[in-house]
């Protein structure tokens, strides 16, 4: 079965860190971007950052909110997002995605992980 | 960067109608756009990508269309089970954005 599974979430407080990972399985997953989305409780998506495929260097891309704070790394077999100094703003959940489009260069979210919970509170 | 606004931000239909979802860009974006549905309680689901390619296993009830800066997601007979959230998502640039998404209601 295709599948992304998010582990990490937890609670933590403000200024403080936490590593979310993300597992894949099913799919060779070196040959796919790999997004993070999040999503505040009752809020709408966001996009959190990307880590390209393996041809394309893993290299990685941040939303403006937290570049700078946070790091995606990855290896043939996982991605992991360290958040660093964390702020209220940052709970939400965190989902893991994959970017598979039949179109090259086009975006298509179509796996998604079952989220893990970050919340950020004293 | 590059803000993606949706309207309405909810709408109450019957089933059956047409319904219309827009989607606009503060620039220019092409036709790198795509549209997920959020049911309650669920993860997203791609419907639509390169603002009118129809994702593998999605009715045909759904469609995409614009280029440029306006977009619009529609579905042609609204049915029970379309009753969620519409996000349209911009991937011409980073960083990616989503619009701040449409609820859909079943009259």
């Known amino acids: 079965e295709v599948q992304l599974v998010e582990s990490g979430g937890g609670l933590v407080q403000p200024g403080g860190s936490l590593r979310l990972s993300c597992a894949a399985s099913?799919?060779?997953?070196?040959?796919?971007?790999i997004d993070w989305v999040r999503q505040a409780p009752g809020k709408g998506l966001e996009w959190v950052g990307r880590?390209?495929?393996?041809?394309?260097?893993?290299s990685t891309e941040y939303a403006a909110s937290v570049k700078g704070r946070f790091t995606l790394s990855r290896d043939d077999k996982s991605v992991n997002l360290q958040m660093n100094s964390l702020e209220t703003e940052d709970t939400a959940v965190y989902y893991c995605?994959?970017?598979?489009?039949?179109?090259?260069?086009?975006?298509?979210?179509?796996?998604w992980g079952q989220g893990t919970m970050v919340t950020v509170s004293s | 960067a590059i803000q993606m606004t949706q309207s309405p931000s909810s709408l109450s239909a019957s089933v059956g109608d047409r319904v219309t979802i827009t989607c606009r860009a503060s620039?220019?974006?092409?036709?790198?756009l795509g549209w997920y549905q959020q049911k309650p309680g669920k993860t997203p689901k791609v419907l639509i990508y390169?603002?009118?390619t129809l994702q593998s296993g999605v009715p045909s009830r759904f469609s995409g269309s614009g280029s440029g800066t306006d977009f619009t997601l529609t579905i042609s007979s609204l049915q029970p089970e379309d009753s969620a959230t519409y996000y349209c998502?911009?991937?011409?640039?980073?960083?990616?954005?989503f619009g701040g998404g449409t609820k859909v209601e079943i009259k």
């Open positions: 620039q220019g974006i092409g036709n790198d």
């Open positions: 880590t390209r495929n393996k041809a394309k260097g893993y």
């Open positions: 390169a603002a009118s």
């Open positions: 099913g799919f060779t997953f070196s040959d796919h971007h």
């Open positions: 995605v994959r970017d598979y489009c039949e179109i090259p260069g086009k975006t298509a979210f179509d796996i």
């Open positions: 998502l911009q991937d011409d640039s980073y960083p990616l954005a």
